[in-house]
């Protein structure tokens, strides 16, 4: 098959057509040279490629700018309810593509950088990947934002500036090495930073208790310094904000130390406060109850909401309008969706103290609200989505950490606990049981403060990301509580941005789409349904699979570029990319690798060329992740140097994955792996991203991969192994991994070549503890599901082998895609849950006037 073109010619094809307007043109390049002059400084007459990146991204910024502050000025006059989305987590990637595709200006400033004799992609590539999360869920946040100004809504994201985002992870000797990922080393051309904004955020201290009331005193103060990066709609003007909070010590922080002379120390001190916002978390589905977190939480929810009360209150009619007058308005105004179990619950002590404290000293003109007002206007206010049903993953805060960081919050919580037993008494009198499992507060050695409890009890909506997900919340993790508010419990399947995830990282599959049902699919993904149609067209089926093919093309290169590594680009391209997790199963592949390199001899056994591809980063401290990490490097480097396999079978681990190269590899796989064990993966957005970009999926009946199998039909994807009841059943009598280990020939000798060192020949024993766990203690039952593996992959190697049913498979999955666009998952919360309708009204352009 001839080489895909190079992206110069591409350019030149966009010269020819005459795409981009030439006004178009003509200004970016006027408006980059402008910026070049300006960022090279006055000594330095050679532009280096970061130079060329940051005149670029301020050209694209101009052009953002202007439609951000109409869209504020917007808000301000019309005052819609805000959606406010906390999240400690947005995995935004890149931003410079992503804007130039919202706002149309890609192939304008394509044609303009090819006249100035520069490369668009090579000045993509130099931007730092704004790493502020771990995988889904930070991700999710930033395709929900996307949505959100695509959908116009007054939406706002909330989080933390963290100075180091996800680390970047390196390979060594086949082990996982961290390092610090120091993306704002060279700045951030896409962020404003607003002092005039900053906020206080009190800690520690103790409560006095008085005939006047109770005051929280002797607090240590620090300021939440907000950073606002726009958010832009695909081609509708409007600009939404997500601003990121940086914490900074006050001037006064520890200046008793240099009234005693030590003012060194005293300035040293400053990182204690400041160290809030140093670092991500970098643990994924796992709760570390450590106090820096626990700050870090508090810290962004105590500043979020002073702000949105500050945003309430100076509405475009400030005080003079009467509706402004009252707190009791709160809910008709403000909407807070809050992710996951981490931080969320916080808001809602700190809701209900603030509002306690705004109305009797802000100088609104509403008495004093009891603690229950607050509370019931807390619950209309908040919102809850649980993504995760592990429960190591759910948080439990000891209550005397939570004593010592926030004393009086800890009042406020036990009141609120009070308020909820008795309710629960009285509709359950005697049942001590359901008292103690329901309660915020759980006794014990330890006692601690149940998270999630206070998030569902402080909530008007509580809802999980996937149905099969939200029907386990509702029957086990919060089964009493639904039993109580039937009403509360909803389900929002996850969806992905169309923008990023097809039009961005796959715009030949767009194209030959948009040939075929023009282009109006890109902010109503139900269009694809129109390509059922074509399903048999055998020039659209060519054209699928020529995309498909020169994606792979240029992963291949990309591959052998930055890894080293020559593959066979007609091999299947078989994926799993995530975090590594036991949960997820990248065992269960390894296990699959293995028996196939050992069936290379076998001529029985049909042996189809694969490359397959593990990419994920493993939590610093969890020790069976970064095994497997190990495991898969291992196996690589056996496979890949057998010269009787060749180019057969290869074993890559995708290093230090992240938004900027999923852009490449999603587009370039064939074979989609999503096989956690059922009834474990809350949804899953990867599943979506493939499914959309033309991969095949294999995996169990977990997640969104029901919802994916429904929408397709199951015969369209590799479904595979136990179901939610079997794995329920197993557990009931006793998973003993021996038994499979004994009777499947296949399985015994690859747990007993990783066991002997066949894979480890330098350390015979280095998968010790890989193979005890699998055969003692694996909580998600590898063996079980082994043997329907194999055989699921061997109905994968009898379809590949014939490309013409396998396109027509992929055709049918991009077509039945549509149901998993954020955009439907949006406003499906803005009506169900946050009561607001999505606009299609476009706010004029700067450049026209305002209406």
Same mark, same amino acid.
């Given at each position: 098959?001839?080489?895909?073109?190079?992206?110069?010619?591409?350019?030149?094809?966009?010269?020819?057509?005459?795409?981009?307007?030439?006004?178009?043109?003509?200004?970016?390049? &006027?408006?980059?040279?402008?910026?070049?002059?300006?960022?090279?400084?006055?000594?330095?007459?050679?532009?280096?490629?970061?130079?060329?990146?940051?005149? =670029?991204?301020?050209?694209?910024?101009?052009?953002?700018?202007?439609?951000?502050?109409?869209?504020?000025?917007?808000?301000?006059?019309?005052?819609?309810?805000?959606?406010?989305?906390?999240?400690?987590?947005?995995?935004?990637?890149?931003? =410079?593509?992503? $804007?130039?595709?919202?706002?149309?200006?890609?192939?304008?400033?394509?044609?303009?950088?090819?006249? =100035?004799?520069?490369?668009?992609?090579?000045?993509?590539?130099?931007?730092?990947?704004?790493?502020?999360?771990?995988?889904?869920?930070?991700?999710?946040?930033?395709?929900?934002?996307?949505?959100?100004? $695509?959908?116009?809504?007054?939406?706002?994201?909330?989080?933390?500036?963290?100075?180091?985002?996800?680390?970047?992870?390196?390979?060594?000797?086949?082990?996982?090495?961290?390092?610090?990922?120091?993306?704002?080393?060279?700045?951030?051309?896409?962020?404003?930073?607003?002092?005039?904004?900053? =906020?206080?955020?009190?800690?520690?201290?103790?409560?006095?208790?008085?005939?006047?009331?109770?005051?929280?005193?002797?607090?240590?103060?620090?300021?939440?310094?907000?950073?606002?990066?726009?958010?832009?709609?695909?081609?509708?003007?409007?600009?939404?904000?997500?601003?990121?909070?940086?914490?900074?010590?006050?001037? !006064?922080? #520890?200046?008793?130390?240099?009234?005693?002379?030590?003012?060194?120390?005293?300035?040293?001190?400053? #990182?204690?406060?400041?160290?809030?916002?140093?670092?991500?978390?970098?643990?994924?589905?796992?709760?570390?109850?450590?106090?820096?977190?626990?700050?870090?939480?508090?810290?962004?929810?105590?500043?979020?909401?002073?702000?949105?009360?500050?945003?309430?209150?100076?509405?475009?009619?400030?005080?003079?309008?009467?509706?402004?007058?009252?707190?009791?308005?709160?809910?008709?105004?403000?909407?807070?969706?809050?992710?996951?179990?981490?931080?969320?619950?916080?808001?809602?002590?700190?809701?209900?103290?603030?509002?306690?404290?705004?109305?009797?000293?802000?100088?609104?003109?509403?008495?004093?609200?009891?603690?229950?007002?607050?509370?019931?206007?807390?619950?209309?206010?908040?919102?809850?989505?649980?993504?995760?049903?592990?429960?190591?993953?759910?948080?439990?805060?000891?209550?005397?950490?939570?004593?010592?960081?926030?004393?009086?919050?800890?009042?406020?919580?036990?009141?609120?606990?009070?308020?909820?037993?008795?309710?629960?008494?009285?509709?359950?009198?005697?049942?001590?049981?359901?008292?103690?499992?329901?309660?915020?507060?759980?006794?014990?050695?330890?006692?601690?403060?149940?998270?999630?409890?206070?998030?569902?009890?402080?909530?008007?909506?509580?809802?999980?990301?996937?149905?099969?997900?939200?029907?386990?919340?509702?029957?086990?993790?919060?089964?009493?509580?639904?039993?109580?508010?039937?009403?509360?419990?909803?389900?929002?399947?996850?969806?992905?941005?169309?923008?990023?995830?097809?039009?961005?990282?796959?715009?030949?599959?767009?194209?030959?789409?948009?040939?075929?049902?023009?282009?109006?699919?890109?902010?109503?993904?139900?269009?694809? &349904?129109?390509?059922?149609?074509?399903?048999? !067209?055998? $020039?659209?089926?060519?054209?699928?699979?020529?995309?498909?093919?020169?994606?792979?093309?240029?992963?291949?290169?990309?591959?052998?570029?930055?890894?080293?590594?020559?593959?066979?680009?007609?091999?299947?391209?078989?994926?799993?990319? &995530?975090?590594?997790?036991?949960?997820?199963?990248?065992?269960?592949?390894?296990?699959?690798?293995?028996?196939?390199?050992?069936?290379?001899?076998?001529?029985?056994?049909?042996?189809?060329?694969?490359?397959?591809?593990?990419?994920?980063?493993?939590?610093?401290?969890?020790?069976?992740?970064?095994?497997?990490?190990?495991?898969?490097?291992?196996?690589?480097?056996?496979?890949?140097?057998?010269?009787?396999?060749?180019?057969?079978?290869?074993?890559?681990?995708?290093? #230090?994955?992240?938004?900027?190269?999923?852009?490449?590899?999603?587009?370039?796989?064939?074979?989609?792996?999503?096989?956690?064990?059922?009834?474990?993966?809350?949804?899953?957005?990867?599943?979506?991203?493939?499914?959309?970009?033309?991969?095949?999926?294999?995996? $169990?009946?977990?997640?969104?991969?029901?919802?994916?199998?429904?929408?397709?039909?199951?015969?369209?994807?590799?479904?595979?192994?136990?179901?939610?009841?079997?794995?329920?059943?197993?557990?009931?009598?006793?998973?003993?991994?021996?038994?499979?280990?004994?009777?499947?020939?296949?399985?015994?000798?690859?747990?007993?070549?990783?066991?002997?060192?066949?894979?480890?020949?330098?350390?015979?024993?280095?998968?010790?503890?890989?193979?005890?766990?699998?055969?003692?203690?694996?909580?998600?039952?590898?063996?079980?599901?082994?043997?329907?593996?194999?055989?699921?992959?061997?109905?994968?190697?009898?379809?590949?082998?014939?490309?013409?049913?396998?396109?027509?498979?992929?055709?049918?999955?991009?077509?039945?895609?549509?149901?998993?666009?954020?955009?439907?998952?949006?406003?499906?919360?803005?009506?169900?849950?946050?009561?607001?309708?999505?606009?299609?009204?476009?706010?004029?352009?700067?450049?026209?006037?305002?209406?």
């Amino acid at each position: 098959m001839a080489a895909p073109l190079s992206d110069g010619e591409r350019r030149k094809q966009i010269s020819v057509r005459g795409i981009a307007g030439l006004g178009d043109v003509a200004e970016v390049r &006027k408006s980059f040279n402008r910026h070049l002059h300006f960022t090279l400084v006055k000594d330095r007459n050679v532009a280096t490629p970061r130079d060329y990146f940051f005149a =670029l991204a301020h050209t694209v910024r101009d052009h953002l700018v202007g439609r951000w502050i109409r869209t504020q000025q917007h808000y301000y006059e019309r005052d819609p309810k805000r959606i406010y989305y906390l999240s400690l987590e947005f995995y935004m990637g890149r931003t =410079l593509q992503n $804007t130039m595709v919202n706002l149309g200006l890609q192939n304008a400033c394509d044609e303009a950088i090819y006249q =100035l004799g520069l490369d668009l992609e090579e000045l993509e590539e130099i931007e730092e990947d704004a790493g502020l999360g771990n995988g889904g869920l930070g991700r999710l946040a930033a395709c929900f934002l996307d949505s959100m100004a $695509t959908l116009g809504l007054a939406a706002y994201g909330y989080g933390i500036r963290y100075e180091f985002g996800i680390f970047n992870q390196k390979i060594v000797d086949g082990w996982q090495v961290e390092e610090a990922d120091d993306w704002l080393r060279y700045g951030n051309p896409w962020e404003k930073a607003r002092p005039e904004y900053m =906020l206080p955020v009190h800690f520690y201290g103790r409560v006095e208790h008085s005939p006047e009331g109770v005051k929280w005193v002797d607090t240590q103060v620090v300021l939440a310094m907000p950073y606002d990066t726009p958010v832009p709609g695909y081609k509708n003007n409007t600009v939404n904000t997500m601003r990121l909070w940086s914490a900074k010590a006050p001037n !006064d922080f #520890n200046l008793q130390e240099f009234n005693v002379g030590d003012y060194i120390e005293a300035v040293l001190d400053r #990182n204690l406060a400041e160290n809030i916002s140093r670092v991500l978390y970098p643990n994924d589905n796992f709760f570390e109850g450590k106090e820096l977190r626990l700050k870090q939480e508090y810290f962004v929810v105590a500043a979020t909401l002073q702000d949105i009360i500050r945003r309430f209150k100076s509405s475009k009619f400030g005080c003079q309008d009467p509706v402004r007058t009252s707190f009791e308005t709160f809910p008709d105004k403000v909407s807070l969706g809050q992710r996951g179990a981490p931080g969320p619950g916080g808001s809602r002590y700190i809701v209900s103290r603030a509002a306690r404290h705004i109305t009797s000293s802000s100088g609104l003109r509403a008495a004093v609200l009891s603690l229950h007002g607050a509370w019931e206007i807390t619950k209309q206010t908040c919102a809850y989505t649980n993504h995760t049903v592990l429960p190591e993953a759910l948080e439990r805060w000891p209550v005397s950490m939570f004593e010592k960081l926030l004393p009086r919050h800890l009042e406020i919580i036990y009141a609120l606990n009070q308020m909820h037993l008795d309710r629960v008494a009285a509709l359950y009198p005697g049942d001590i049981d359901r008292l103690r499992r329901m309660s915020v507060i759980e006794e014990g050695d330890c006692k601690r403060i149940n998270m999630a409890h206070l998030c569902v009890i402080g909530s008007h909506a509580v809802n999980g990301v996937a149905r099969i997900h939200s029907d386990i919340v509702k029957n086990t993790v919060f089964k009493d509580f639904y039993e109580l508010d039937p009403e509360k419990f909803q389900n929002k399947t996850n969806g992905i941005t169309p923008r990023r995830w097809l039009l961005l990282c796959n715009p030949g599959l767009a194209d030959v789409i948009a040939e075929k049902i023009g282009e109006d699919f890109v902010t109503d993904l139900s269009q694809l &349904k129109k390509l059922l149609d074509f399903i048999d !067209d055998e $020039t659209f089926i060519r054209d699928v699979a020529k995309v498909k093919q020169e994606n792979k093309l240029k992963f291949s290169a990309y591959l052998e570029e930055h890894y080293k590594v020559k593959i066979n680009p007609s091999s299947m391209f078989d994926i799993q990319v &995530k975090r590594i997790h036991e949960y997820k199963r990248q065992l269960l592949n390894c296990l699959h690798a293995i028996t196939l390199y050992n069936r290379k001899s076998d001529p029985s056994k049909s042996f189809v060329p694969r490359t397959i591809m593990i990419g994920g980063k493993a939590a610093p401290g969890y020790h069976m992740a970064k095994m497997i990490i190990k495991l898969i490097t291992s196996i690589g480097e056996v496979v890949n140097n057998d010269p009787y396999v060749g180019d057969k079978l290869k074993v890559i681990f995708l290093e #230090n994955y992240r938004v900027s190269l999923a852009e490449k590899v999603i587009p370039a796989a064939d074979l989609s792996q999503q096989i956690s064990t059922a009834g474990t993966e809350a949804s899953g957005t990867g599943n979506m991203k493939f499914m959309l970009n033309g991969a095949l999926t294999i995996g $169990t009946m977990d997640g969104a991969n029901v919802e994916m199998a429904e929408e397709a039909g199951e015969e369209n994807l590799f479904i595979f192994g136990m179901r939610v009841e079997e794995v329920e059943a197993l557990d009931r009598q006793g998973y003993n991994a021996r038994e499979y280990y004994d009777r499947i020939p296949e399985l015994r000798q690859a747990i007993d070549q990783i066991s002997s060192g066949f894979f480890s020949p330098r350390d015979p024993g280095c998968f010790r503890d890989v193979v005890n766990m699998l055969m003692h203690h694996d909580r998600f039952k590898v063996f079980a599901d082994y043997e329907a593996y194999i055989k699921c992959q061997g109905q994968v190697d009898q379809l590949f082998m014939d490309p013409r049913e396998w396109t027509k498979k992929v055709i049918r999955n991009i077509a039945c895609s549509g149901k998993f666009s954020s955009d439907r998952t949006i406003t499906e919360y803005a009506r169900e849950i946050w009561g607001v309708e999505p606009s299609a009204t476009k706010i004029p352009p700067p450049n026209l006037p305002r209406d």
